[in-house]
């Protein structure tokens, strides 16, 4: 894309910005933050938990910042206002800029447990593959349940503490990352249509779509639930039943605000709402395992 106007520093610095989607990965910010620190907990060792944070929050932007790379073409129809469609960035600094994050990551991850490494570089190509192709076809869903689960995994790892909890958030992280997957795609799910991509939220249909997210998460907590009850994972009762009374009653309050007859503007919301149940369920369920 050619840039036709001359650019001030401050329009290449707020491009930059927004290149790096500020919001989500303020939320995987928060996410990686909350698991590091139950992961550490009682003892912190304060330049541990910053280098995970910040080698997450690294890899984070690269993939965030290469995604309005791939979908430039696309922005540049449905999406003008972001950086590249504005001329506020050119798509080779965007490139660049996105290379330079997964340098900085690699340099952050080189003092921790090697595995914490692994463990990030799986991440990291599940989110390029996403950005390179998958996003556009029902592989996004799998892509999103198979790379959540890996940031709690991560946390723990990189801070150098095991439980046996963390074996089964593998699979109820991917339930999740699922929904979280298809509340992400509402937003756009007619832009996404229209041009023709085939997201798992396309194929879905919008009303099935909010559907699949709820029952995801009801699954869940139900999992939650009965792994609280068998005792197979033992945790701390008196945390662990208000966290999941609180996420059904924020379930509760998705399905009587939110869904498929909604204006389409209100979906954008419903996507932090899960995003917010999500981290509740599964940051409470840790805490009653590890307090």
Same mark, same amino acid.
């Given at each position: 894309?050619e840039i ?9 610095a ?9 919001l989500p990965v303020?939320f995987h910010?928060i ?7 139950l992961?550490a ?5 304060w330049?541990?938990?910053l ?38 960035v050119?798509p ?6 996105g290379?330079?994050w997964?340098? %900085?990551? @690699?340099?952050?991850?080189l !003092?921790?447990?090697?595995l $914490? ?6 991440? /990291? *190509? +599940?989110?390029?593959?996403y950005?390179?192709?998958l996003?556009s076809?029902?592989w996004?869903?799998i892509?999103?349940?198979?790379a ?5 995994v ?6 150098g ?5 963390i074996?089964?958030l ?11 997957n298809l509340?992400?795609?509402l937003?756009?799910?007619?832009e ?14 919008v009303?099935?779509?909010?559907l699949?997210g709820a029952?995801?998460?009801l699954?869940?907590i139900?999992?939650?639930?009965i792994?609280?009850?068998?005792s197979?994972?033992? %945790?701390? @009762?008196?945390?662990?039943? !208000?966290?999941?009374?609180? $996420? ?6 998705? /399905? *009587? +605000? ?14 932090y709402?899960v995003v ?7 940051g ?6 590890v307090?």
């Amino acid at each position: 894309m050619e840039i036709t106007k001359k650019r001030r520093l401050v329009d290449i610095a707020r491009g930059l910005f927004l290149l790096g989607h500020p919001l989500p990965v303020l939320f995987h910010i928060i996410g990686v933050s909350m698991f590091a620190l139950l992961a550490a907990w009682p003892h912190f060792a304060w330049r541990t938990l910053l280098l995970v944070v910040a080698a997450h929050t690294a890899m984070q932007l690269s993939i965030a910042v290469h995604n309005d790379y791939c979908d430039r073409s696309m922005d540049a129809l449905g999406k003008k206002h972001k950086p590249i469609p504005l001329g506020l960035v050119t798509p080779r600094e965007a490139l660049i800029y996105g290379f330079f994050w997964i340098l %900085v990551m @690699l340099l952050l991850l080189l !003092p921790l447990n090697p595995l $914490a490494l692994l463990i990030s570089l799986l991440y /990291l *190509a +599940f989110g390029q593959s996403y950005n390179l192709g998958l996003k556009s076809t029902p592989w996004s869903g799998i892509v999103f349940a198979l790379a959540m689960p890996l940031i709690p995994v991560y946390a723990f790892v990189g801070v150098g503490h095991s439980i046996p909890l963390i074996f089964w958030l593998v699979p109820i992280v991917a339930l999740l990352g699922i929904a979280l997957n298809l509340a992400n795609s509402l937003p756009d799910i007619e832009e996404d249509a229209a041009s023709g991509a085939r997201t798992l939220a396309v194929v879905l249909g919008v009303r099935r779509s909010f559907l699949l997210g709820a029952l995801l998460i009801l699954v869940s907590i139900l999992c939650i639930a009965i792994l609280t009850l068998t005792s197979l994972v033992p %945790v701390r @009762l008196a945390i662990v039943v !208000p966290t999941l009374a609180t $996420a059904c009653v924020l379930l509760a309050v998705s /399905l *009587a +605000f939110f869904g498929p007859n909604k204006p389409s503007p209100t979906r954008k919301n419903y996507f932090y709402l899960v995003v917010l149940t999500c981290l509740f369920l599964i940051g409470g369920w840790i805490v009653g395992a590890v307090v």
